[in-house]
C-alpha cells in the first residue's frame, strides 16, 4: 500500500483545477496501474499486466459492462497522470490517506494488509522499533505509505528511498541498506523468490494506511460510487473469494 508524497500532490491539485467536470456514461474506463509491486500489479514475461489489482478492476468493469483498457505508469507520477487525463481510475494498491484525499476520491476498500520489515538472514534483527534499529540503515520504495512512515518515525536515521520495490530489494541484498518496509503481502512473497530466499521478516507487523481503494478525480463522484458498488457486489457473489485465493491462502478483505 502506497503514499504519495506531498510535490507529486501538489502537483495533482493544480492540474486537477484546469479540468472541468463533464457527465460520462463510463461504457468505457481506462486504469492506471503501476506494474511494478507484485503480486498486486505486475508485468509478465508476455509484457501483459497482471496481478491481484488488475483481477480486481477487470471483475469491477465486468460488472459495470464497460470495457477497460490498462495503462502502466510510474508510481511518482501516477496521481498528476490520473488528474491530467491520462486514465480515469487506479487500481494500483493504493492506500487511501487523508492528505491523497485533498486531491483524489476513493472508492470502498477493496483490501488491507499491514506492513513489515525485512532484512537479510542472519542480521540479529528481532526488533523493528527506533530502539530496536538504532543505526541501521532502512529502505522503502518513495511515494509509498511506509517510505512516509519511516520519515515520520526514524528521523535521525539514514533512510534511503528508491523509485522502485526492486531498487529496495537489490540494496537491501547488496548490503547498503540493513532494512526494508514494505507491505507485509509484497515483502513474503518475495522470499518466496530466488533473490528473496536470501532474507526474512523481523519483528513485529506494523499496521499503516485505512486499506486500498481505486482512486479517481474529484469530480469523477459517479465513477467512484460505481466502482464502489461493484465492488461490494463481487465480493457478496463470490468473485473476490475466489480472486483472492488465486493469490493469497489467507483473507485480504477489508471490512
Known amino acids: 500500500m502506497r503514499?504519495?508524497?506531498?510535490?507529486?500532490?501538489?502537483?495533482?491539485a493544480i492540474l486537477a483545477a484546469t479540468l472541468g467536470a463533464e457527465a460520462k456514461d463510463w461504457k468505457t474506463i481506462r486504469i492506471g496501474t503501476e506494474g511494478a509491486y507484485p503480486p498486486f500489479n505486475f508485468i509478465d514475461s508476455n509484457q501483459q499486466l497482471q496481478g491481484f489489482d488488475i483481477d480486481i478492476a477487470k471483475a469491477v468493469c465486468e460488472k459495470l459492462k464497460a470495457e477497460c483498457t490498462f495503462v502502466a505508469q510510474d508510481w511518482d507520477g501516477i496521481i498528476p497522470a490520473l488528474q491530467a487525463g491520462k486514465f480515469d481510475a487506479i487500481f494500483a494498491s493504493m492506500s487511501i490517506t487523508d492528505e491523497r484525499k485533498k486531491v483524489v476520491d476513493f472508492s470502498r476498500a477493496y483490501y488491507n494488509t499491514p506492513s513489515a520489515f525485512f532484512a537479510v538472514k542472519g542480521s540479529g534483527i528481532t526488533d523493528n522499533s527506533p530502539a530496536g534499529l538504532k543505526g541501521k540503515t532502512l529502505g522503502a520504495q518513495s511515494s509509498t505509505i511506509q517510505s512516509g512512515y519511516l520519515e515520520s518515525n526514524y528521523k535521525d536515521f539514514d533512510v534511503k528511498l528508491?523509485?522502485?520495490?526492486?531498487?529496495?530489494?537489490?540494496?537491501?541484498?547488496?548490503?547498503?541498506?540493513?532494512?526494508?518496509?514494505?507491505?507485509k503481502v509484497v515483502g513474503t512473497d518475495w522470499l518466496k523468490t530466488k533473490d528473496g530466499s536470501c532474507c526474512e521478516e523481523v519483528g513485529a507487523d506494523v499496521p499503516l494506511g485505512g486499506g486500498v481503494g481505486a482512486a479517481v478525480r474529484k469530480d469523477d463522484t459517479d465513477l467512484r460510487d460505481q466502482i464502489s458498488k461493484a465492488i461490494e457486489e463481487i465480493k457478496a457473489d463470490g468473485t473476490y473469494a475466489k480472486l483472492n485465493a488465486k493469490y493469497f491462502d489467507f483473507s485480504i478483505w477489508k471490512d
Open 3 to 12: 503514499f504519495a508524497t506531498r510535490i507529486a500532490l501538489a502537483a495533482a
Open 162 to 183: 528508491y523509485p522502485t520495490q526492486d531498487e529496495v530489494n537489490l540494496d537491501l541484498i547488496s548490503g547498503r541498506i540493513d532494512a526494508l518496509l514494505v507491505d
